[in-house]
């Protein structure tokens, strides 16, 4: 089983239109959490961090829930700009993991007209 | 100011060649890592420097793969006898440090296909 799982898509949706990605972890030592953005053929940039409290940018709320071990983004008022691969990504920190990051599979968003 | 450079952006090489790839941090960055994006996946890890000490190179694929960085700044990933299970993306990237409120940062990657 992958370290962090997530449900590839593709999402195919309208602009405007509200989309909601999950992501599970199964490390239960992990400590930090992250949605990473990568464009086509582009390197993987960082969206937001996420918290268990649940924190919002703008159009993106990201959302922890620990006891599930599940991590979840959405996006609402969809732009044709959000059209990307969405990576859910945890890192553990401590012992000898010197803060690397576990990516998902990536979940592909294409947001249409 | 500069992000992380990575050369060549490309790269075909025949099976059973060796290949060096470079990677150039961004200044004062301690921390440096190395991730394998094959297709249609996420990045996976390869290997960690901090300054010029390997730390973990527990996600090299087999002994083919080499990494250093001996002064603690430029990087090079080399793969030997390269096979076409080699063929990815292979992304380098910098933090400042290794905690966990350090950012880290990727290059653009160079895209390796074994022909």
Known sequence: ??????????????????????????????????????????????????????????????????????????????????????????????????????FGQGTILTVHP | GAGVSQSPRYKVAKRGQDVALRCDPISGHVSLFWYQQALGQGPEFLTYFQNEAQLDKSGLPSDRFFAERPEGSVSTLKIQRTQQEDSAVYLCASSLASQVKYEQYFGPGTRLTVT
């Open chain 1, 1 to 102: 089983r992958k370290e962090v799982e997530q449900d590839p898509g593709p999402f195919n949706v309208p602009e405007g239109a509200t989309v909601a990605f999950n992501c599970t972890y199964s490390n239960s030592a992990s400590q930090s959490f992250f949605w990473y953005r990568q464009d086509c053929r582009k390197e993987p940039k960082l969206l937001m961090s996420v918290y268990s409290s649940g924190n919002e940018d703008g159009r993106f709320t990201a959302q922890l829930n620990r006891a599930s071990q599940y991590i979840s983004l959405l996006i609402r008022d969809s732009k044709l700009s959000d059209s990307a691969t969405y990576l859910c990504v945890v890192r553990n920190a401590g012992g000898t993991s010197y803060g690397k990051l576990t």
